[in-house]
């Protein structure tokens, strides 16, 4: 295959996710799959309801860097955990939320039990339409970066 140019390679079928293929990190070729980009790359949409509990270390945007969220269905509040600070070294996690908010409709982000977010063991709370958080692991808690109001 080095002899080919890109443009002469045969186009590939479907992707499924799971084909792996070579990606270069600080001059060493490694192993990743599709599914690992396309959460660098495509937002997670998550709809959220009163109760609802999703925990960001188990839940399929374990990987997730920008996360839209949804309301649906009445007033009331919700919450999503942080992963690990310390198993998230050096992540990136964006949350926004859409049109559907409004005061009366609550996301508690909450770090990891022990950890801190923002130095306290508390929740950051999304209450509005077009509200945004991004929060950054040092390897031992979670830093709120940036936020829109």
Do not use: C
């Not at 955990?81 to 409004?102: E, M, Q």
């Not at 950890?115 to 508390?122: A, F, K, M, V």
């Not at 709370?125 to 991004?134: L, R």
């Amino acid at each position: 295959m080095a002899d080919k140019k890109i443009s002469q390679l045969s186009s590939a079928s479907p992707l499924q996710g799971d084909e792996t293929f070579p990606v270069v990190q600080s001059n060493t070729t490694k192993k990743t799959d599709v599914h690992s980009v396309k959460n660098y790359i495509v937002p997670t949409n998550l709809t959220v309801s009163q109760g609802t509990i999703v925990d960001l270390a188990e839940d399929v945007s374990d990987n997730a860097f920008l996360i839209k969220l949804t309301w649906s269905g009445g007033n009331g509040t919700m919450e999503i955990y942080l992963p690990s600070a310390v198993s998230n070294t050096n992540r990136t996690i964006r949350l926004v939320s859409d049109g559907t908010f409004t005061s009366n409709t609550k996301v508690h982000l909450i770090p990891a039990e022990g950890e801190e977010l923002d130095g306290s063991s508390t929740f950051y709370q999304i209450n509005k339409s077009y509200e945004g958080i991004k929060v950054w692991s040092d390897g031992s808690e979670w830093f709120i970066i940036q936020k829109k109001a």
